[in-house]
């Protein structure tokens, strides 16, 4: 069975720093991009940041680059999230994906809320 678990989200301040884990399970993880995703509401779901099957490709949305960053464990099977500098508008739903050409795999995310 086919499993995406996000964890780490919570309330914070501005400014401050959060990490997102995503564990994988029921497929085999190094053989797909990994990405996070975020999904305000009212808003569309956006692009947080995407790492290849091996970590030799990484990119981010514009407002996340220098504040974000992405990384992958293939033998834990996990996919990293460390936001740093968070702001109020990064307030969100964040959802782990996996991809593989048309094949998707979706968590159910874990919420994200910077307010003072």
């Known amino acids: 069975q086919v499993q995406l678990v996000e964890s780490g989200g919570e309330l914070v301040q501005p400014g401050e720093s959060l990490t997102l884990t995503c564990a994988a399970s029921?497929?085999?993880?190094?053989?797909?991009?990994a990405r996070w995703f975020r999904q305000a509401p009212g808003k569309e779901r956006e692009l947080v940041a995407s790492?290849?099957?091996?970590?030799?490709?990484?990119q981010y949305g514009d407002s996340m680059k220098g504040r974000f960053t992405i990384s992958r464990d293939n033998v834990k099977n996990t996919v990293s999230l460390q936001m740093n500098n968070l702001r109020p508008e990064d307030t969100a739903l964040y959802i782990c994906?996996?991809?593989?050409?048309?094949?998707?795999?979706w968590g159910q995310g874990t919420q994200v809320t910077v307010s003072l």
């Open positions: 790492i290849s099957e091996w970590g030799e490709n990484i």
């Open positions: 994906n996996c991809h593989r050409g048309t094949r998707d795999f």
């Open positions: 029921g497929f085999t993880f190094d053989l797909y991009y």
